[in-house]
């Protein structure tokens, strides 16, 4: 009998927790494969570890992955990947806004020979307008300057054959955007649509200012075209104030000399000085990534891994 491990990352989620897992544990019962359901406890300060130990003294299939403090999403679910013992493993969120049902679906394409079963979203109409517009910025902008094509409306919910477990494993780097990370190791793909259920209990854990990073990390992650960007940018300015100088010298010798204008001085100067900034923030992100890379430090730091055999 084929095993499927669920990788469930958590965050303050003692609210939709003891559902989701009721839930799957009734799909489970419904379908002939054997269930390992990795939880990744990303530092919750409410009571969501406390209700996954008592969730696990009646389910022996839960494992309870505790980091020691908050690493976010994209660390939790590389914990969780590590902890893969499944020929399958689908990553899902505990609030129910991914549709279990699906899982079905998925394995089926897995067992016509699919290695990556994408689930694609049909609609953002659980996302605010802002998040609507941005979403579709992103994965345009992204998909135009990177090597690597990230699919639209596409989030972590997908199920990955074991040999794509091992690859993402096999990755070094600890600042993980895992979209990217998940394009980048390729396989044989497939997708399957469905319709984003709105959360239970809670409010979304990814704030404005958080998305904005998240997306900033993955460009930077996957193309070097922003560094390209203002080599040309800078091309084209020192052409046009070429152009400028000799408009100003053919001018004199024509015409004569007048006062120039101060406006026209500021502005220039304001201009060029606003274009350095940027170009100069663009390099700080990519030597920022640099220097975090150097370090060597783990993506995340494991407090206590609980099973219900033993206790690591």
């Given amino acids: 009998m084929k095993k499927i491990s669920l990788i469930v990352p958590c965050y303050n989620e003692e609210q939709n927790i003891e559902l989701f ?10 379908i002939p494969y ?16 406390s209700k996954l130990l008592k969730m696990q003294e009646t389910h022996s299939y839960i494992k309870v992955v505790d980091l020691s403090r ?25 609030d129910l806004q991914h549709p279990i ?45 990177s090597d690597i094509e990230i699919p639209a409306d596409v989030g972590d919910f997908r199920l990955m054959d074991r040999s794509v477990v091992n690859a993402l ?7 993980r955007f895992m979209k990217g990370l998940f394009a980048w190791v390729g396989f044989k ?24 990073n998240f997306a900033l990390e993955g ?33 004199t010798l024509l015409f004569g000399s007048d006062l120039a204008g101060y406006p026209s001085i500021l502005v220039s100067i304001l201009f060029m000085g606003g274009i350095q900034l940027i170009s100069i923030g663009t390099l700080g992100e990519y ?5 975090m890379e150097s370090k060597n430090r783990p993506p995340y730091i494991i407090r206590k891994t609980y099973t219900k055999e033993k206790t690591n």
């Avoid at 054997?34 to 570890?49: P, R, V, W, Y």
């Fill in 101 to 145: 049902e699906l899982i079905p679906q998925m394995i089926e394409l897995w067992l016509k020979g699919y290695e990556v079963v994408l689930a694609k979203r049909t609609s953002r109409k659980t996302d605010t307008a802002f998040q609507r517009v941005t979403a579709q910025i992103f994965y345009k902008l992204h998909n135009k300057i």
């Fill in 70 to 94: 908050n690493f976010g999403k994209e660390s939790a679910l590389s914990a969780g990947l590590f902890h893969v013992t499944g020929d399958a493993a689908i990553p899902i969120d505990a």
């Fill in 21 to 30: 897992i009721n839930a799957v544990d009734k799909l489970f019962k419904t």
């Fill in 34 to 49: 054997k269930l390992e359901l990795i939880t990744i406890n990303d530092g919750s300060n409410d009571e969501t570890l």
């Fill in 169 to 175: 494993n096999e990755l070094k780097e600890n600042r």
């Fill in 287 to 291: 030597i920022g990534r640099i220097y």
């Fill in 189 to 212: 793909t497939t997708s399957i649509l469905y319709e984003v259920s709105p959360r239970l209990h809670g409010t979304s854990k990814f704030k404005t200012w958080q998305l904005w």
């Fill in 219 to 251: 460009i930077t992650s996957f193309s070097t075209a922003p560094l390209k960007i203002w080599t040309y940018a800078g091309v084209v300015i020192a052409g046009i104030s070429l152009l400028y100088a000799l408009y100003i010298i053919i001018k």
